[in-house]
């Protein structure tokens, strides 16, 4: 693999894993965010706010491993590699 396709590669997997994190970031923040300022305007739906939090939490939690994941398969798997190589 020569120097431009290689350092393609790690481009494209740092994006990869930046990109996602910042989004699940984002994404987090905000939902944090709207849960307390839930709570704080209804203290009795606590549970349920808190329930929904999570289980959003969890899911944007994926959505930044599979950005992790990707990253893993350009580095280390790389379907491309032959086209990548030339051959």
Known sequence: ???LSLALV???AATSIGLT????A???G?????ACTG???NPEAKGPITTAMILGLALIESI?????VIAFILLFA???KAALIGG
């Open 10 to 12: 790690c481009f494209s």
């Open 26 to 28: 984002l994404g987090m």
């Open 1 to 3: 693999m020569d120097k």
């Open 64 to 68: 930044a491993i599979y950005g992790l």
């Open 30 to 34: 905000r939902g944090v965010e709207s």
């Open 78 to 80: 790389n379907p491309y």
């Open 21 to 24: 994190g910042f989004a699940a």
């Open 39 to 41: 709570i704080s305007r």
